[in-house]
Structures are given as C-alpha cells and as structure tokens.
C-alpha cells in the first residue's frame, strides 16, 4: 500500500519527513510510513507525541500516514484500488491493511 503522508503545513522542508529532494529520499522518513492510525497535517507537531520526536534541532520525524484533507486520505493497493480511509479508522484495521509481512489477513467484514 502507498498512501498521502502527515505533513503541517508549517515543517515542509524542515519536517525529518520532508527534509530531501523527490529523487533522493531512500530509506527516510521521507518516504517511508509506519502502521499507526492516519492523523491530519495538523496533529502532527506536538513534541512528545509518539512515535514522533522533535530533536534538539527542532526538526520533527513524522512517521504517520495522513493528509490535509478534512476527514482522511487517500490510499491506494497493490492491485491498482484507491480508497479514502477515514482518520478514525480502525486500528486494528489500518495495521492490517499496512503490514504485508505480518501473516495476518484482513477479512471482509474489516474492510
């Protein structure tokens, strides 16, 4: 799955999430996302508020999926599906639908 990331709009470009060009993010909180629930853009600066941290520097490592859309994000599926996934989905439900290693599967009443 791929999906929109968490971003406020007061980091870009100093957000550890945000903080390389397009081409050269790699293995970064640029580009890579974990499987907690999706917060909005505007959740995401809170010192403290794991698994976010805020470093000396005052850059802040945003990990989350998200969006400034007013009640979720986009996201779209190995099989080409895009989908709006609300801010309050489940959690149990949206770790499923992120981790591909984990062996669990995702039934359809959770979906």
Known sequence: MFAEKALHMSQHGRDGGDNERWNNAGWDECVVRWHFPPKSDSQTVRPGFAPSTVTATGTNWNRYFGSAHAGGLNGAGVDGSV?????????????????????????????
């Open 83 to 111: 989908r709006f996934f609300a801010f309050n989905v489940d959690a149990n439900v949206w770790r499923l639908t992120c981790v591909v290693d984990d062996g669990e599967v995702l039934s359809g009443d959770q979906q």
